[in-house]
């Protein structure tokens, strides 16, 4: 837990002397961290299904528009109301987040709040048409023409993209700060545009969208895997489970040419933050890459190392020059283990999910049918809950990555803390509630779950549906 | 207007709605806790759900709105107001998160002891949500929130008489407005018995909120007095546009002309959001920070205002959409166990 510090703070309570008061601040800092992380891990898997799962419910819907097939009304109908729940408790998790900007962070939002702000406007009316379309989409089903009820579906995908592109804004510029300048510590010229348009948004926007329809792709696969383990794979089931299983296999193997990408943009913005990927001390031309091991006293134990690589991959040059942990100074340096460790995590979740979609993809390819190994339906079982350790892994990447700062070399998150009392006790509520919260969610879906999926005797088709309510 | 003029009138108008709205959809909560065992209690949860179902989370956004606005467009105050009021706070947050969760859930539990709870949890966590901001409200309002982190007394900025009235006043305000509007909503069904039910308890809550607000002007003058001083003041218009919507709305509910007792309501409960803005100016945090002194810098006020007008262009007509098909009673479950 200790790890998850800053290291300056870290250092700074280890003289003998410390007064009580340092003490009870610093337990508050890691009490704010351990809230925030606990508040963020609960919400973005939520977000996820909030990005990614109406895509999947319309294009359920568009194949019973084209079709007239009943499958994918049945399904699509369940799937929205399983996506109205999510959405519900994302909608109370994520309203925890908006809290938690002043209850934990009141000097960074008072201070910078002016910059970073006008983003989160901006989701607001973005999460406002999500509220109301989905409201709109999912009371509807019955009483909106089919047409009219599928476009009703649209404005929630679009609104949940740009939420999620407005609130990346602001963590891409508080990892690239800019829009405004610091005059006499102050604040000052204030430029919103730049501030939302930072260098940083696209590469995380990219990634953080494939990231959510991979989650929610593999997720929902792996339910109707599980189904299909057990011997059920009628038609209905077997739509339930190619659709999001194909969508997900399709994007899993893109999402590594994105790593990518957002990797050599760390590497040129933040290269501390890469040197901690990597556990890198000291810059060097032709880096090595360590594979797993632990860094201890400024180099890596026990990894496998594989000369040139890590050169080549954040620069696209075997001898290319990467910068260390050296380039800063060392409380200037983020805990090394925790984000080298995640990086590790994340990188190997998701090539082992590339992977899984690589099979799928070739035997479809080869032979037009699905795989038939056990193993591999095992596999898709287990893809769900590794693509959403491969989320928190990313995320604990960048977010640990940037300490001590919280705003990238301009304001440390201890500078930024509350400095109201019982933050600890506030994260003892926060932990008994979403343990709770995420347990009742599991015990919904798995009721909601047992109610079988079948074509209900009197299913209309489209065009008779249509001449109906119109 | 001033271009921060502008902006505040944004964050206003943000929370009234939220009140308006979203203030209905706490009461509602408060009427299912009060609503008893029972089918004429199974009957009225139902008429609720069926009221509140499709509406509640878009009514929600106006808080994300308003938080938002203010820490763009007041940063500073933003930061002392939630880092003194951090435990009312809190405890709002977690009201929030359990009464939306319990709501979701509720269709999913079926009818054993699990609804029992999710119920309970709804209809208590819909009581303490309300009352905690309005004593957040009363203790910005009567001036114990300091610039500065977590400057302010964490319990007295909060617990003291202006808050507790304002917070119990919050409580019997969503009460009367969720009444008013189950009355209406019911209406249309044609349920005279649920009708009837409910327009005693919006007649009875109107009561409650019209006695209380008039008492609590007395604890205001003796705990705020520059609070007192602007209600009789620059804000009596609005204290006098509250209390006469809000007899003209009881009279609308006594002779069940429903449909514009609903908008009666409504202006009643907002004049008294805009007469405590209007009471407070010029200042943000009464004694410590002016509105002026809050605000943001121009770009970020002039972005703010391009963005809302830019996003209240598509907003408004899609929320129209939703309140129509809503009030019109077309966003129902038409397969019996189907639909949320």
Redesign the interface.
């Known amino acids: 837990m200790f790890e998850l510090l800053p290291s300056g703070v870290a250092s700074m309570a280890l003289p003998l002397g410390r007064s009580v008061r340092a003490i009870v601040e610093q337990t508050d800092l890691v009490a704010a961290r351990q809230t925030q992380a606990l508040s963020f891990a609960f919400h973005i898997v939520l977000v996820c299904f909030g990005v990614a799962f109406p895509a999947l419910v319309l294009v359920m819907e568009g194949l019973w528009l084209r079709t007239g097939d009943p499958v994918y009304r049945v399904i699509a109908r369940r799937w929205s109301r399983v996506m109205l729940v999510l959405f519900a408790v994302g909608v109370v998790s994520g309203t925890i987040l908006s809290f938690e900007f002043g209850l934990l962070w009141p000097r960074f939002t008072a201070r910078f709040g002016e910059v970073f702000g006008f983003a989160f406007a901006l989701e607001g009316f973005a999460f406002f048409l999500e509220a109301i379309f989905i409201a709109i989409y999912v009371y509807g089903w019955d009483r909106l023409r089919p047409r009219t009820h599928f476009l009703a579906g649209l404005p929630v995908v679009g609104a949940g993209l740009a939420g999620s592109l407005f609130v990346l804004s602001v963590n891409g510029w508080m990892n690239n700060p800019t829009g405004f300048d610091l005059v006499d510590g102050k604040v000052a010229n204030v430029r919103p545009l730049e501030a939302l348009f930072n260098v940083q948004l696209w590469h995380t926007f990219v990634h953080m969208t494939l990231a959510a329809y991979m989650v929610v792709g593999f997720v929902t696969a792996g339910v109707y895997a599980l189904a299909w383990l057990r011997s059920r794979r009628d038609r209905i089931h077997r739509v339930a489970l190619v659709v999001p299983l194909t969508i997900a296999c399709l994007v899993a193997p893109v999402q590594i040419v994105v790593g990518d990408w957002a990797g050599r943009q760390v590497a040129s913005s933040q290269p501390v933050k890469l040197a901690a990927f990597e556990g890198l001390q000291r810059t060097q031309t032709g880096a090595p890459l360590n594979l797993l091991g632990w860094y201890r006293d400024g180099r890596i134990v026990g990894g496998i190392e594989i000369p040139h690589l890590l050169s080549l991959l954040a620069t696209h040059d075997p001898n290319g020059r990467v910068p260390g942990l050296d380039t800063a100074a060392p409380e200037d340096r983020p805990p090394v283990n925790v984000v080298r460790i995640s990086f590790q995590l994340m990188v190997g979740l998701g090539t082992g999910l590339a992977a899984l979609s690589g099979i799928y993809l070739w035997v479809w390819w080869r032979r037009r049918r699905l795989p038939r190994s056990v193993w591999f339906w095992r596999a898709v079982v287990v893809s769900g809950p590794a693509a959403i350790m491969a989320l928190w892994a990313g995320w604990t990447t960048t977010e640990v990555g940037r300490q001590p700062w919280i705003v990238y070399r301009v304001m440390r998150t201890s500078e930024a803390v509350t400095a109201a009392e019982g933050v600890p006790i506030g994260l003892i509520v926060l932990l008994v509630t979403y343990l709770a919260l995420g347990a009742v969610t599991l015990w919904v879906m798995r009721r909601m779950s047992r109610t079988p999926l079948q074509i209900p005797p009197d299913a209309p088709p489209p065009a008779a549906a249509s001449a109906e309510s119109g | 207007m001033s271009l921060v003029d502008a902006v505040l009138a944004l964050v206003i108008a943000g929370l009234t709605a939220y009140v308006v709205l979203a203030g209905a959809d706490f009461g509602a909560g408060f009427w299912e806790l009060m609503s008893g065992p029972g089918p004429k209690g199974a009957q009225m949860r139902a008429a609720i759900h069926r009221s509140v179902?499709?509406?509640w989370?878009?009514n929600?956004?106006w808080?994300?709105?308003v938080?938002?606005?203010l820490?763009?467009?007041f940063?500073?105050a933003?930061?002392?107001?939630?880092?003194?009021l951090?435990?009312p706070?809190?405890l709002?947050?977690?009201g929030?998160?359990?009464?939306?969760?319990a709501?979701?859930?509720q269709p999913?539990?079926?009818t054993g002891r699990?609804a029992g709870l999710m119920s309970a949890v709804f209809g208590i966590s819909s009581v303490l949500t309300p009352f905690v901001m309005g004593a957040a409200i009363g203790g910005i309002a009567s001036g114990r929130v300091p610039v500065g982190?977590?400057?302010g007394d964490?319990w007295r900025s909060w617990l003291n008489p202006t808050s507790l009235f304002v917070g119990a006043l919050a409580v019997a305000l969503c009460a009367y407005l969720a009444a008013v509007y189950l009355a209406a909503d019911t209406a249309r069904g044609g349920d005279r018995d649920l009708v009837e039910a409910f327009r005693r308890r919006a007649l009875a809550a109107g009561a409650v909120a019209g006695v209380l607000a008039v008492g609590g002007l007395a604890v205001v003058r003796s705990d705020a007095e520059h609070l007192w001083v602007g209600l009789t003041g620059a804000a009596l218009p609005m204290v006098i546009l509250s209390g006469v919507a809000g007899a003209a709305t009881l009279a609308l509910v006594w002779r069940r002309r429903f449909g514009i007792a609903r908008i009666g309501a409504a202006v009643a409960v907002s004049a008294i959001v805009i007469g405590w803005a209007v009471a407070q100016r010029p200042d943000l945090l009464p004694g410590e920070l002016t509105i002026a002194d809050a605000a943001?810098?121009r770009?970020?006020l002039v972005?703010?205002l391009i963005?809302?007008g830019t996003?209240a262009a598509?907003?408004i007509p899609?929320?129209v959409?939703?309140f129509r098909?809503a009030l019109r009673g077309?966003?129902?479950?038409?397969?019996p166990g189907?639909?949320?």
């Not at chain 2, 933003?78 to 003194?84: C, D, E, K, N, V």
């Open positions: 179902g499709p509406v989370e878009a929600h956004v808080l994300i709105f938080l938002v606005l820490w763009t467009a940063p500073v933003f930061g002392a107001i939630m880092s003194t951090a435990i706070m809190f709002a947050a977690m929030i998160i359990l009464r939306g969760s709501f979701a859930f999913h539990v079926g699990l982190n977590a400057a964490p943001a810098g770009p970020t972005a703010l963005g809302t996003g598509v907003l899609s929320l959409w939703l098909l077309e966003l129902v479950k038409s397969e189907e639909m949320p």
